[in-house]
């Protein structure tokens, strides 16, 4: 797909716009001053493929606590401040890589020039980060409700606010928890600027609801080619995050999908208990290291159909009554036990891992 070209900015060594890799962040949950459980969490992000982490920073005891994080973090950090200047001023000084801040909710000129004037000494980027639940009185009487025209409007002004002081290493987000307002907004925004821009659902919900809206509104405008870098937004683990923000790009070409599973939904010729199998096969490969070679697996229901509809698969298994195929690339190896069919599938993968681990000498 063709993306929308941006400025690049950096954050730490991440590079974002500018036609490179679309980046995954999300946003810790710990409490910031809390060192020890904050840098935990990073790692855990880390782990599961995170690239940039957003801090919320909301007093001075959160600000001391982010020179340490910064030094320790495997990961590029944002600090998100609101309204007061200081604690940006705070958090620049402490090391941070970047800001969320919207600089006309932060009070007089003179605040916002001495913020500029501390991003321009480091090099950091701002994004400005406008969310349809909390748009500015004003314009939600003008518009009369949060709409995408007032959400561009606003984040416009913002940006006016950091252009007039001769800044202009900016990211954009517009989020909103209505899926068709979130489009509307980024879609909007797109046409006139040509800022990076992260894309998200704000206040997408818990997994079951929360997926949906992003993978809907997220994918969407990444298959637009809009969007720069993105975040899930999940209530609970931030780390639940990451696996979906992944496959999104997975499934739109915009990762490589090193690790894919395959399984058929099931029908009345099912005769083994696929969903189980297929869950616990997901569950592995998802504790999978890095892989030099993309890997396919298929769990399929029929042993009829299952090897030719899953002829791609670089190994896979197809259940019948009792019995079950271990297949390779579509060419059957063994007919198995129903019982023995996961363990067989397992050391196929355990095998494959070992060949193929990068960074294996």
């Known amino acids: 797909m063709q993306r929308k070209r941006t400025k690049s900015v950096q954050v730490g060594p991440i590079t974002i716009g500018d036609g490179a890799s679309i980046v ?6 710990t409490d910031t001053r809390d060192v020890a459980k904050t ?3 990073i790692h855990s992000l880390a782990e599961a493929g995170c690239e940039v982490v957003r801090l919320a920073v ?6 001391v606590a982010l020179k340490e994080i910064s030094a320790l973090s495997p990961l590029p950090v944002i600090a998100d401040i609101h309204f007061d200047y200081r604690l940006a001023l705070g958090a620049v000084a402490q090391g941070i890589h970047g800001l969320r801040l919207n600089p006309g909710n932060i009070g007089a000129l003179w605040k916002v020039q001495e913020v500029v004037r501390a991003v321009k000494e480091r090099q950091i980027p701002i994004r400005i980060g406008v969310n349809a639940g909390s748009l ?3 314009i939600l009487k003008k518009y009369g409700g949060p709409t995408a025209t007032g959400m561009v409007e606003s984040a416009l002004g913002h940006i006016r606010l950091l252009e007039n002081e001769g800044y202009d290493k900016i990211k954009v987000s517009l989020k909103a928890s209505d899926v068709p307002l979130m489009l509307e907004a980024y879609r909007k925004m797109s046409e006139v600027v040509d800022y990076p821009l992260h894309l998200g659902v704000t206040e997408a919900g818990t997994v079951r609801s929360g997926v949906v809206k992003s993978a809907i509104g997220i994918g969407a405008l990444l298959a637009e080619g809009i969007g720069d870098t993105i975040r899930v937004s999940l209530t609970g683990d931030p780390v639940r ?4 923000a992944l496959e999104i790009l997975r499934v739109l070409g915009l990762r490589q999908r090193s690790i894919d599973l395959i399984s058929c939904p099931t029908c009345g010729r099912t005769q083994v208990d696929l969903t189980l199998l297929a869950e616990k096969v997901e569950e592995r490969l998802s504790q999978l290291p890095p892989l030099d070679k993309p890997l396919k697996v298929a769990v399929m229901g029929c042993a009829v159909n299952g090897p030719g509809e899953a002829s791609e698969a670089d190994f896979g298994i197809a259940g019948g009554k009792g019995m079950g195929l271990l297949f390779r690339k579509g060419e059957i190896v063994a007919r198995l036990p129903e019982d023995e069919l996961l363990p067989a599938l397992l050391h196929e993968i355990e095998e494959y ?6 960074g294996n000498s």
């Not at 909301?58 to 600000?63: P, S, T, Y």
């Not at 995050?241 to 979906?244: K, L, M, S």
Request: charged share 35%.
């Open 39 to 41: 840098l935990a969490q």
């Open 136 to 138: 500015d009185k004003e």
């Open 353 to 358: 891992v070992g060949d193929h681990r990068r």
């Open 241 to 244: 995050e990451i696996p979906v």
């Open 24 to 29: 995954v962040q999300s946003m810790t949950n």
């Open 58 to 63: 909301l007093d001075e005891d959160a600000v």
